[in-house]
């Protein structure tokens, strides 16, 4: 390209940019490209300059088409300038929207970026809301997962869910559903994302308007018994289908997936091939293609705890939800979740615990416990005893769940019931157990007896009795 025909060109694509800030009234309006997609082909490198400034930019137009190109030019053979130059805006004294972008479009290309923001907590909240505004679909919330679980470390994402659950809490709420049930990440980081993002209090987010088409389905097998399950959707607007294939082995596993966001063309070449390789169609019903990759999905999380990227992706297609976790959903609780539990009751956030202490197995001893510790904390007796009658059942010494008893049926000014939950505390706090290092607990032992002992002074004086009522006896039925 000759030197005059370049700066010719390169001031084209100057005064284009400088158009759309002229042009204000259309903001909502896309750019028009005209012929600039062709102009930055044809100078190819020449133009990242160019790009890389108008990216830096306050006008949020200029930098939307600035990213375009740059996205467009870094699949020519220009990509490694493209993220040399990306890089280079991270670490300058930029405006911090343009260092976003330039990690966004990094992130998009999948090379890995740092940056040094001046207002770093305007720009997480920044970035939370923006994410947060592209969750409309199942689909949707599956991506974002999918780009958090892979390209961000624990902390980041960590980081970015606190931000967003004050933000946008309802979309936290939604994007931490679908993290806490990814196998793929540690079972600790599945129990964080729990604590910062599910919330008691956050309304739930409203099914779509539109609801997708079916999907078309195919299962096949062959002769060694392996199926292939294969889902197919169009995409809304576009001339493209989300395809989604699993394999599933003759013992009944995933054992491979494969998802395309925008396909060229249905599955009919896809079923073709594997026709070709020996594979019959067995059914295209979508219940029993549901039906079996949801079973499979459950036998290879329960045996290796593990299932591949792109199953989550595109499991929406055929609607399986949380499948693969099963009964798994309702897990005996780790003892990390209920220490967090226990440590949000005594730092006052009794919502929160109890929020997260709900969604366990509630007839666990232990979170039966606190739960009703909760309950207490919030002076609601009735729905505590209930609970800690479940954790007696289930640890009858346990001397705590009597002390917690007696306290409810106390506040529900039920004195006979009081009476015998602190003879069974006294009891079983004579019994060795793990209290006896427990520094408060002499202390609620001589509050028991002097209760026990006030209790009984006030049934004297009142003429009342604190014998449990005796059961009566059915009658006997008379021979005829």
């Known amino acids: 390209m000759g030197v005059e025909s370049a700066f010719v060109d390169l001031r084209r694509l100057a005064d284009w940019f400088a158009t759309l800030s002229i042009d204000r009234q259309r903001t909502n309006a896309p750019p028009r490209a005209l012929h600039i997609e062709r102009i930055v082909e044809k100078l190819g490198t020449l133009s990242i300059p160019l790009l890389g400034r108008e990216l830096c930019t306050p006008e949020v137009r200029r930098r939307d088409a600035a990213r375009a190109a740059l996205a467009h030019l870094a699949t020519t053979s220009a990509r490694a300038r493209v993220i040399a130059a990306l890089r280079s805006i991270t670490t300058t004294n930029v405006a911090d929207e343009g260092k976003v972008c330039a990690l966004g479009l990094l992130a998009e290309l999948g090379e890995r970026g740092a940056a040094t923001f001046s207002d770093p907590t305007a720009i997480q909240k920044r970035s939370a809301i923006a994410l947060a505004a592209q969750l409309e679909s199942a689909a949707d919330v599956a991506a974002a997962a999918d780009m958090m679980t892979r390209q961000l470390a624990t902390s980041e994402m960590l980081q970015l869910l606190s931000v967003m659950s004050e933000s946008s809490p309802a979309a936290a709420h939604r994007l931490g559903s679908e993290l806490s049930v990814r196998l793929d990440l540690d079972r600790d980081v599945r129990e964080q994302i729990e604590q910062l993002t599910m919330r008691d209090d956050v309304a739930p987010i409203p099914e779509p308007a539109r609801v997708p088409r079916p999907a078309q389905v195919a299962v096949l097998v062959d002769a060694a018994a392996r199926l292939v399950i294969v889902a197919c959707r169009k995409v809304s607007g576009e001339r493209k289908w989300r395809r989604w294939a699993v394999l599933v082995d003759r013992d009944g596993h995933v054992e491979d997936c494969i998802h395309e966001d925008k396909a060229e063309t249905d599955s009919a070449n896809l079923i073709a091939e594997l026709v070709a390789d020996g594979y019959r169609m067995a059914s295209s019903d979508l219940e029993q293609a549901r039906a079996i990759i949801a079973a499979a999905a459950r036998v290879s999380a329960h045996s290796v705890e593990k299932l591949e990227s792109p199953y989550y992706l595109g499991r929406d297609l055929l609607d399986l939800g949380n499948a693969h976790v099963g009964a798994r959903a309702q897990a005996q609780p780790s003892s990390s979740r209920i220490g967090h539990a226990v440590e949000l009751i005594a730092s006052g956030e009794i919502s929160r615990a109890l929020a997260l202490l709900l969604r366990c197995d509630t007839s666990n ?58 003879r069974r505390f006294i009891a079983t706090s004579a019994l060795p157990t793990g209290l006896f290092g427990d520094p408060e607990q002499p202390a609620r032992v001589a509050l028991a007896e002097r209760m026990l002992l006030d209790l009984e002074r006030a049934a004297r004086l009142t003429g009342t009795t604190l014998a449990r009522p005796r059961k009566k006896r059915a009658p006997k039925r008379q021979r005829s």
């Open 365 to 422: 001893a232990d979170v039966a416990g606190a739960i009703a510790a909760c309950l207490l904390a919030e002076h609601r007796p009735s729905e505590a005893v209930g609970h800690l009658l479940r954790a007696i059942e289930a640890e009858p010494s346990w001397s705590l769940h009597h002390w917690n008893l007696a306290a409810a049926y106390h506040e529900l000014g039920d004195a006979r019931a009081c009476y015998h939950a602190l």
